[in-house]
């Protein structure tokens, strides 16, 4: 079930998204390259292993085109196509920490920049 589920996990995911990103879709699973195409200013990969491998934001943050918003959407065993919702969204902290300070909800740093840059 493992494998069938991620040949389709993309298109659950990107079916997801539409809502936001009305051209949301999901290549090919062969295909090379992002998971889903069609969503400006993020980049997104899929994954629905059973075992949690980190490697998974290496792979994204290398398909990410500055100033793209990179994120891993895990979709652990027992999430599926009808709790695409229940998916993790898995980043970089020093990401998820400019997001914060961007959208008014974590102050700047005390040096008025993010940690690592």
């Not at 085109?65 to 895990?74: G, H, K, L, S, T």
């Amino acid at each position: 079930m493992s494998q069938n589920k991620g040949k389709r996990a993309g298109h659950w995911v990107a079916a997801y998204l539409r809502r936001w990103y009305p051209s949301a879709e999901s290549p090919h699973s062969s295909a090379p390259g992002r998971d889903i195409l069609g969503t400006p200013g993020i980049c997104v990969e899929v994954k629905t292993s059973p075992t949690w491998r980190s490697t998974a934001v290496n792979q994204v943050m290398g398909y990410r085109r500055e100033p793209e918003f990179a994120f891993v959407i895990y979709l652990p065993p027992g999430v599926g196509e009808r709790q695409v919702g229940k998916a993790l969204a898995i980043m970089p902290l020093e990401e998820l920490m400019g997001v914060l300070v961007e959208s008014g909800h974590a102050p700047e740093g005390q040096d008025g920049e993010l940690p690592d840059e």
